[in-house]
């Protein structure tokens, strides 16, 4: 969990101090198409979609900074000041190249929360999965929780 701090100014329901959300830390498995992992001598198809538990080395997060400022000006500014935390579940494909491709909200708990977690995603930068060493396309979840903290 990180803790960010909000825009100065900021007032919610009390005395909020911060922003805090939880992200690319823990990405869960998407169930999909399977892939069955290529043999060493077979070529592996960068074109190819894999899941999460399907490479041998996960994607990885590169800009964690830009992102949680992103999420910080963004949270909607109606529900902020209400004091209204919640979730998005995004499933995001990431490209060989390390961006992402494709996003879709899974769920949210509010709709406002929809466009913020979507838009937050297409900022996100990885370092791309790969299998046999080689940059493939990859899906996975990304939980976006939006918490307020007391002060």
Same mark, same amino acid.
């Not at 803790?3 to 830390?25: D, E």
């Not at 538990?53 to 992102?67: I, K, S, W």
């Not at 709709?111 to 493939?136: G, H, S």
């Given at each position: *969990?990180?803790?960010?701090?909000?825009?100065?100014?900021?007032?919610? &329901?009390?005395?909020?101090?911060? @922003?805090?959300?939880?992200?690319?830390?823990? !990405? &869960?498995? =998407?169930?999909?198409?399977?892939?069955? @992992?290529?043999?060493?001598?077979?070529?592996?198809?960068?074109?190819? /979609?894999?899941? !999460?538990?399907?490479?041998? %080395?996960?994607?990885?997060?590169?800009?964690?900074?830009?992102?949680?400022?992103?999420?910080?000006?963004?949270?909607?500014?109606? @529900?902020?000041?209400?004091?209204? &935390?919640?979730?998005?579940? @995004? #499933?995001?494909?990431?490209?060989?190249?390390? %961006?992402? #491709?494709?996003?879709? /909200? /899974?769920?949210?708990?509010?709709?406002? !929360?929809?466009?913020? $977690? +979507?838009?937050?995603?297409? =900022? *996100?930068? !990885? +370092?791309?999965?790969?299998?046999?060493?080689? $940059?493939? +396309?990859? +899906?996975?979840? /990304?939980?976006?929780?939006?918490?307020?903290?007391? &002060?």
């Amino acid at each position: *969990m990180t803790n960010l701090p909000l825009p100065n100014g900021t007032r919610g &329901a009390g005395c909020l101090a911060a @922003l805090a959300f939880s992200l690319a830390a823990l !990405f &869960a498995a =998407t169930p999909a198409r399977a892939q069955k @992992l290529p043999s060493p001598a077979e070529p592996v198809d960068p074109q190819v /979609v894999w899941n !999460f538990d399907q490479v041998t %080395q996960q994607a990885r997060l590169t800009n964690p900074g830009t992102v949680s400022a992103r999420l910080s000006r963004g949270y909607p500014r109606r @529900l902020l000041d209400s004091g209204v &935390a919640g979730s998005a579940t @995004l #499933e995001v494909i990431v490209g060989p190249r390390g %961006q992402v #491709e494709q996003v879709s /909200v /899974v769920d949210a708990s509010r709709r406002e !929360f929809t466009d913020v $977690a +979507r838009d937050l995603a297409r =900022t *996100m930068r !990885f +370092r791309p999965a790969k299998v046999q060493d080689i $940059a493939v +396309r990859s +899906r996975f979840t /990304v939980p976006v929780d939006f918490v307020l903290d007391p &002060a």
